[in-house]
Nanobody, 122 residues
């Protein structure tokens, strides 16, 4: 069974940092890409970062580039999202998802974690 478990969310003040984790199981992690998405209230889900586990290629949304860093530890089947210099507009439920390529299309990611809430206070 394919499973993704996201964790690490919480409440942080603006300017602070959080690290999200996504533990994967049930598929070949090394051959996959892991995307981090977020969905704020009344907004569409958007991809903020994506990494290819095979070669470490990483991609970022313009809104988070330079502040967020995506990484993976293939030995642990885990992807991370280090979030620095957080802003109130980063407040959202963050999801990790697995796919075959770093697409911006949600439907291209076949497996999703349950989401973890990040709240950034001003």
């Amino acid at each position: 069974e394919v499973q993704l478990q996201a964790s690490g969310g919480g409440l942080v003040q603006a300017g602070g940092s959080l690290r999200l984790s996504c533990v994967a199981s049930g598929f070949t992690f090394d051959d996959s890409v892991i995307g981090w998405f977020r969905q704020a209230p009344e907004k569409e889900r958007e991809r903020v970062a994506c990494i290819s586990a095979s070669d470490g290629s990483a991609y970022y949304a313009r809104s988070v580039k330079g502040r967020f860093t995506i990484s993976s530890d293939n030995a642990k089947n885990t992807a991370y999202l280090q979030m620095n210099s957080l802003k109130p507009e980063d407040t959202a439920v963050y999801y990790c998802a697995a796919g075959d390529g770093c697409s911006y299309t949600l439907e291209d990611f076949g497996a999703w974690g349950q989401g973890t809430l990040v709240t950034v206070s001003s």
